[in-house]
């Protein structure tokens, strides 16, 4: 018999123990409450995103970097980007240059393009994995990263329309 007391004295604690710890429930210290509450607010991107910038700028209000390198005569030929992160879509004229700024990334939408350098060294076709050097076509649709200054595109010769090119990264218009 004692071997029968032994097992229901054992199979009683241990529905005892499963019942109390079903019935109360233990919250760990440090734990959040429910999301959305005042102590643990729900927050969305925009506004995330948003604190982030300000924290970058130094706490204030604008989110728009500012160009050290905009020139303060509106006459200047040359026309600097304003952001480095958006992308643009920039309009090209037959006989200019797009110059791109060190970092610059390039996308070719329509009309003929070609490589511009001065040096002897290309621009990085991305989506290919090639070196385009001075004067070789630059592809549509294919993402071109300019490590240095002093490189760009520019329209084909003998081609009347001019090009569309999205592009993030500072640039200069020649």
Do not use: W
């Not at 970058?56 to 050290?68: F, Y």
């Not at 110059?99 to 076709?125: K, P, Q």
């Not at 592809?139 to 329309?161: A, D, T, Y």
């Amino acid at each position: 018999m004692k071997k029968v007391y032994k097992i229901s004295a054992g199979v009683l604690l241990l529905s005892s123990c499963i019942v109390i710890g079903s019935v109360m429930s233990f919250q760990v210290s440090g734990a959040s409450t429910t999301p959305g509450t005042a102590d643990d607010p729900v927050v969305t991107k925009s506004y995330v995103d948003q604190q982030i910038q300000k924290a970058l700028n130094g706490g204030g209000g604008t989110t728009t970097p500012t160009n050290p390198t905009t020139p303060t005569n509106p006459t200047t030929p040359s026309q600097p980007s304003q952001g480095t992160d958006e992308v643009k879509n920039v309009a090209l004229k037959p006989g200019k240059i797009l110059i791109a700024d060190a970092g610059a990334e390039f996308i070719v939408r329509s009309g003929n393009a070609v490589i511009y350098t001065e040096d002897s060294n290309g621009v990085a076709d991305l989506t290919d994995g090639k070196d385009l050097l001075n004067g070789q076509a630059a592809p549509k649709n294919h993402l071109l990263s300019f490590p240095r200054e002093g490189r760009g595109i520019q329209v084909k010769e003998g081609q009347k329309n001019g090009l569309i090119v999205m592009v993030r990264g500072g640039y200069t218009i020649k």
